[in-house]
């Protein structure tokens, strides 16, 4: 084997990992054209809070009740 090729070798051989753990959920491979165009995965917006000085505001625009 030449230099060069040992070179390159060491440059873009894998590193050999350890086994994962028993319970552990290996990460999915994507493409790399997922990683440009897949939606990303957003953490929930918290529940607004409830503000006392628009009332009236929801009373103007609430749905008649036609029951008595």
Do not use: Q, T, Y
């Not at 028993?22 to 939606?39: C, Q, T």
Request: hydrophobic share 50%; proline share 15%.
């Amino acid at each position: 084997m030449s230099a060069v090729g040992s070179f390159l070798r060491v440059i873009f051989a894998r590193e050999r990992l350890p086994p994962a753990p028993a319970g552990a959920r290996l990460p999915v491979k994507r493409g790399a054209l997922s990683l440009l165009f897949a939606p990303e995965a957003l953490p929930e917006d918290p529940p607004m809070k409830a503000h006392g000085r628009g009332r009236w505001l929801a009373w103007l625009f609430a749905p008649e009740r036609l029951d008595p």
